[in-house]
């Protein structure tokens, strides 16, 4: 006990307004780090691995567990080394987030008249029962995936976006992505949430849950069997809307309002 103290003494007589400065950067990149992970799988590994390796310290020190502690104490850099190949899909989202945190002081795309249009569309198609996937492109780059699809290059219109989606037509299957107001791509394959999703949502709003959970992206899904509509955004789904609420959900997630309950 006596080391120790003598330990902290000497050491804090050395602590200076540098050593200050080191250790708040340390703490404000573990906290940004945390914070970036925060709601993620990673997350839930992060607090599960620290809870064991407290523990296996613990034991080791008090037992006297040589092999234990000799691993501990040299096992850091491996640490280091895998954690980005464990958890690169949650470090990759992020970045992402991190980007697009900053892509918003540079602006957003303009949807206001694309909104009417795709509400009015989705509507009508819902009233007919015609499947439909429409994903808004916001500040992460859907190029990726568009690029696999029917490039269109069109001012979106109810009409278009309703003949796109006309069953049989030659782009009906797969989403159509809008990136402000220009129809981007059609037929485009996206990737399925592995949510498990009410039996009566299908492979059409699992595609438009996926792309939630990897990019910014807000999806409207029409429903082929039953005409209901829903929105995905930051992975979480919005079911049953009627005309008003549709309007009113799709404002606040482009427009970054303070959000909607599901």
């Known amino acids: 006990m006596n080391d120790f103290i003598d330990f902290l003494t000497e050491n804090f007589e050395q602590f200076d307004a540098t050593s200050a400065l080191d250790v ?9 780090v945390l914070m970036l992970l925060r709601g993620t799988t990673a997350m839930a590994v992060v607090r599960g691995a620290t809870i064991l390796l407290i523990g296996a310290f613990i034991l080791g020190r008090i037992f006297d567990l040589r092999v234990l502690n000799f691993l501990l104490e040299n096992s850091f850099l491996g640490l280091l080394i895998a954690l980005p190949v464990i958890f690169q899909q949650e470090i990759r989202r992020a970045l992402e987030r991190l980007g697009r945190a900053g892509a918003r002081a540079f602006g957003h795309l303009d949807y206001d008249e694309t909104l009417e249009t795709i509400s009015e569309a989705a509507l009508d198609m819902s009233r007919r029962k015609v499947g439909a996937l429409i994903v808004l492109e916001r500040e992460t780059g859907l190029s990726e995936y568009t690029e696999r ?4 290059d069109a001012v979106p219109s109810p009409e278009l976006i309703e003949n796109i989606f006309y069953p049989n037509s030659p782009l009906h299957d797969g989403a159509l992505v809008l990136r402000g107001d220009r129809v981007v791509a059609a037929s485009v394959t996206l990737p399925l949430s592995e949510n ?5 949502l299908g492979t059409r709003h699992r595609a438009g849950l996926g792309i939630t959970e990897r990019t910014d992206a807000v999806s409207l899904i029409v429903s ?3 005409g209901r509509i829903s929105v995905a955004a930051d992975g979480r789904m919005y079911t049953r809307l009627d005309e008003a609420r549709l309007r009113g959900l799709l404002q606040q997630l482009i427009h970054g309002a303070n959000g909607a309950s599901a």
């Open 24 to 32: 708040f950067l340390i703490w404000l990149l573990i906290f940004s």
């Open 149 to 152: 699809g029917i490039p269109v």
């Open 196 to 200: 498990v999703l009410p039996g009566e």
């Open 224 to 226: 082929e069997e039953t």
